[in-house]
């Protein structure tokens, strides 16, 4: 699968929040909002963001702006309750029945439920998305996630009908028969980009998004406002709390950090900026409405194993050996743990047991001697500009150092980091992070170091192919019982050939408005606002 840049922008809100909130010594609560009386419906929310979104198609979205009104005006098989990352039902009526060896999964979608406009919602619409990813035209950017559809690749060629193995079997009866054993899949039905449009509205959804969630649509004012309102067609009739939502666009952060002390704001679109922090931690109020919650990422530096002298696995080797993980956080001040493999806490396949090699000057000056390093080289690393990457380039570059590996910094763009780093030969070291789709350890695999993202413009910024490692996450896929012990295993063959280098674990802070309540954070969504309510829906 390919992400597209505006998601890095996504990940940099998480991120730098985390790191620069730390940085004033917040004490930060649990991830609940203030106590209230409990759930209550009306008022109106309101929000603000920077940025326009740049589609509201869910089969497209990445961005910030767009992310949060995919959960807002759309609906999936699945959802994630609200603090956690348990899958329930939501368009389907139960949990798909997998036979055929693990490869053909059946769903009963939901009777009842309508798109904003009145119109049911049926196995057909689904079909019709679903397929929709697979056609080439609509540029999905998770098109990686349903190749294993059967069919989905060669409709690329041919994308007319349904794919073939997608099959409307009654009105609310669908089929999707998958060329392998995949038991993550039922992430992938829960994504934002799997959300059901009605069938033929493709082309408008962009600009004129058609949904069946719990809010529609009413206008969308381009660099001033985005206006939804509750779908009075929407099924769960409990849900959506407020009456709708007015988010305010081409707004700083810094005017939305304001608003938000001022009640004019009930949440933040964007991170919070860093001439603010040092009012944010004085202030009483405010700290009261910091949360934190465990965050689904692994920070890492990226070793390309195409290019000299990191085609040298012993090079790599005496890289991972030159690392002290605890220095490092000192420079995220504390927010997160050490990395102990590649696969966070929360996901399935992370484990407590230690996978990463621990620092050692020595042993790693003998490594680069027996490469034929003895005196060290001279390298390049690219990161973002921004926090906390700027830091820890810094704290790289001197541990790096002590192992006479002299590393130029690059710090750049967001945009020119995703375009140098998926592009071959360019980029001899990056430091990055990843932050799950969904908590299997199979998305961090495919998406990063997996043979088939070892292509020109996807993920795998090292160009590293394991197929024995593949194999082991294909098993787990195929075996949800044994799925973590083989995760467990892929993850010791990644780390024996060191194309990556776990750093940390990060964690995430939010901050939220007085009058929100039932406020909790969400490890896919963040925010889930339509399980918000206000404490005073007149105000």
């Known amino acids: 699968m390919k992400f597209l840049n505006s998601r890095g922008h996504r990940l940099a809100v998480l991120a730098s929040t985390a790191c620069l909130l730390g940085a004033l010594g917040v004490s930060v609560a649990p991830s609940a909002s203030l106590a209230s009386p409990g759930p209550q419906h009306g008022g109106t929310l309101q929000t603000a963001f920077q940025s326009d979104p740049t589609t509201f198609d869910p089969q497209v979205c990445y961005d910030a702006t767009c992310w949060d009104n995919m959960e807002m005006i759309f609906n999936r098989m699945y959802d994630y309750v609200t603090g956690g990352t348990t899958l329930q039902p939501q368009a389907a009526s139960a949990f798909p029945v997998v036979s055929g060896g693990g490869k053909v999964y059946t769903f009963a979608i939901r009777k009842g439920m309508e798109f904003s406009n009145g119109n049911p919602v049926t196995a057909a619409d689904f079909a019709y998305t679903y397929s929709r990813i697979c056609n080439p035209a609509t540029k999905s950017p998770v098109v990686g996630f349903w190749t294993v559809v059967s069919g989905c690749t060669a409709y690329a060629k041919h994308p007319t009908g349904y794919v073939s193995g997608i099959k409307v079997l009654s009105t609310y009866s669908l089929q999707i028969t998958l060329t392998q054993p995949n038991s993550a899949f039922v992430y992938v039905l829960a994504m934002p980009h799997a959300s059901v449009i009605p069938t033929g509205t493709g082309a408008q959804q962009a600009q004129h998004p058609l949904g069946s969630g719990p809010y529609e649509l009413v206008s969308y004012t381009p660099g001033q406002s985005i ?39 009930d949440l933040m679109g964007d991170t919070l900026p860093n001439s603010s922090y040092l009012s944010v931690a004085n202030n009483p109020t405010l700290k009261k409405q910091l949360v934190q919650s465990a965050g689904l990422d ?22 991972s050996y030159a690392i002290n993980r605890s220095a490092l956080l000192k420079y995220v001040n504390g927010l997160g743990q050490v990395a102990t493999g590649f696969i966070p806490p929360g996901v399935k396949g992370y484990t407590a047991a230690n996978l990463v090699n621990p620092l050692n000057v020595a042993k790693a000056k003998a490594l680069l001697a027996k490469a034929g390093f ?35 910094v690059h710090a750049i763009q967001q945009s020119t980091f995703f375009q140098l780093a998926a592009t071959p030969n360019k980029t001899p070291m990056t430091l990055t992070f990843w932050i799950a789709d969904f908590p299997d350890a199979s998305d961090f695999f495919n998406a ?59 964690q995430r802070t939010h901050i939220y408005g007085a009058n929100v309540g039932g406020y909790q954070t969400n490890p896919i969504w963040a925010y889930m606002i339509d399980r918000y309510w206000l404490l005073n829906p007149s105000k």
């Open 374 to 408: 003895p005196n060290g080289f001279t390298t390049s690393m690219y990161s973002w500009n921004t926090q906390p990457w700027t830091n820890l380039d810094t704290a790289l570059q001197q541990q790096l150092a002590a192992v006479n590996i002299k590393v130029n």
């Open 227 to 265: 206006v939804l309102t509750k779908n009075p067609h929407y099924w769960n009739k409990s849900l959506p709390y407020t009456n709708g939502v007015n988010e305010k666009l081409g707004v700083s952060p810094q005017v939305q950090l304001l608003e938000l002390e001022k009640g004019q704001l």
């Open 298 to 319: 692994t920070y890492f530096l990226t070793l390309n194993t195409k290019m000299k002298p990191f085609n040298n696995p012993l090079v790599r080797e005496a890289v």
């Open 448 to 506: 990063l170091v997996s043979c088939a993202s070892d292509i020109p413009g996807g993920q795998n910024y090292p160009f590293y192919c394991n197929h024995a490692m593949d194999a082991q996450v294909n098993q787990g896929l195929a075996n949800p019982s044994s799925a973590a012990a083989h995760y467990v295993a892929a993850q010791k063959l990644l780390l024996k050939d060191n194309p990556v280098v776990p750093l940390y674990f990060g």
